[in-house]
């Protein structure tokens, strides 16, 4: 089993930044990847950003260029960094971590103002 908690969410004005946080824990050593993905309300959820255990990283095409996946090993906590943030970036942002099968965090609210 493995547990994530996000944080970091919020609202703020387009063009600023965010910092999301995701702690793992229980079953760490057994992840394959961790990566943010976000759902607006009445669209599907979709792949924001990946990381490996061994830090190879993937991003969806709405986001290069402007996001930032990283990871701290010794912390247990993967990151994304948001910068230029935009009003169509707003939705409700989910950590994943994989293992045999996929685990979610509870999600956290990203608000972008015009």
């Known amino acids: 089993q493995v547990q994530l908690v996000e944080s970091g969410g919020g609202l703020v004005q387009a063009g600023g930044f965010l910092r999301l946080s995701c702690a793992a824990s229980?079953?760490?050593?057994?992840?394959?990847?961790m990566g943010w993905y976000r759902q607006a309300p009445g669209k599907q959820r979709e792949l924001v950003a990946t990381i490996t255990s061994g830090g190879s990283t993937n991003y969806g095409d709405s986001v290069k260029g402007r996001f930032t996946i990283s990871k701290d090993n010794a912390k247990n906590t993967v990151y994304l960094q948001m910068n230029s943030l935009k009003p169509e970036d707003t939705a409700v942002y989910y950590c994943r971590a994989r293992t045999t099968r996929p685990y979610w965090g509870q999600g956290t609210q990203v608000t972008v103002s015009s």
């Open positions: 229980g079953s760490i050593f057994s992840i394959n990847d």
